[in-house]
């Protein structure tokens, strides 16, 4: 298992965090998603068939993207 922690600017709120931890569980693989409002960071565990480009398109997706 993969543990890879993002920034994310555009977190502003609890919405934001359920929004995120949503659409990324919706992913093969992804078996943990963490996300603290105050330092703007997700924490995502995650194994195969997950990767991280396919992490970083899912939160482009929804405009929450990563700086990395």
Partial sequence: MTSKTYFIPNIHCMHCVMRIKNRLGEIE?????????????????FSAPATEEAILKALAEID???EV
Avoid: K, L, M
């Fill in 64 to 66: 929450y993207p990563a």
């Fill in 29 to 45: 693989g992804v078996e943990n998603v963490e996300a603290n409002v105050q330092t703007r960071e997700v924490e995502v565990e």
